[in-house]
């Protein structure tokens, strides 16, 4: 088996979470906020939210761009189902974008070809989340730019990568997307 991560869990880490288990708060309490802010601070994002899974947060953002049936979520092939299973739970619809074969993440070039022809088609994307994938950033200046021609939302999947920096800011930030 080929690892695409490996966790660093100190005995710092451990009593944290022996902390929380003794406490009065298993779900809600003291700790989830400062868990937020933290993630928010290293991110330099405005906010941040806990939820239970990435998975969740997709979905969550999903809704908030009111992803719906009849609607279109492209991501990567290459990732966690969540990145197309979030567009499934809002109803809509999936499809991918061929990945870069240097750094396994969404292929800008793949991308700006697939836009053009989903545009004269007429089916363009309402959403597309690209991955970040094993702490690797795919180019989301030029994916952000093409967007933008085209009137396309976008949903980061910064799991893989979170703690990550890329061109000078940190993966999550959401510089080059919504």
Not at 4 to 10: A, D, E, K, L, P
Not at 16 to 33: I, K, M, N, W, Y
Request: one cysteine or more.
């Amino acid at each position: 088996m080929i690892p695409y991560g490996r966790q660093i869990i100190n005995e710092d880490d451990i009593r944290a979470v022996e902390a929380v288990l003794r406490s009065d708060f298993l779900t809600q309490g003291p700790v989830g906020p400062r868990f937020e802010q933290a993630v928010a601070d290293r991110v330099r994002a405005q906010h941040a939210i806990a939820v239970n899974s990435a998975t969740s947060a997709l979905h969550i953002a999903c809704l908030a761009l009111d992803l719906g049936p009849r609607d279109l979520l492209w991501t990567s092939p290459v990732t966690f189902v969540a990145s197309a299973n979030c567009a499934r739970y809002c109803g809509a619809d999936v499809d991918f974008v061929d990945i870069d074969p240097e750094t396994f993440n969404m292929s800008a070039d793949r991308l700006a070809e697939k836009l053009e022809r989903a545009d004269q088609a007429g089916r363009l994307p309402k959403v597309i989340v690209p991955v970040h994938m094993g702490g690797q950033a795919p180019d989301m200046v030029r994916i952000a730019a093409l967007a933008r021609e085209y009137g396309v939302r976008i949903v980061e999947d910064a799991s893989h990568a979170i703690g990550a920096d890329h061109d000078g800011a940190p993966v999550g930030a959401c510089a080059h997307s919504d």
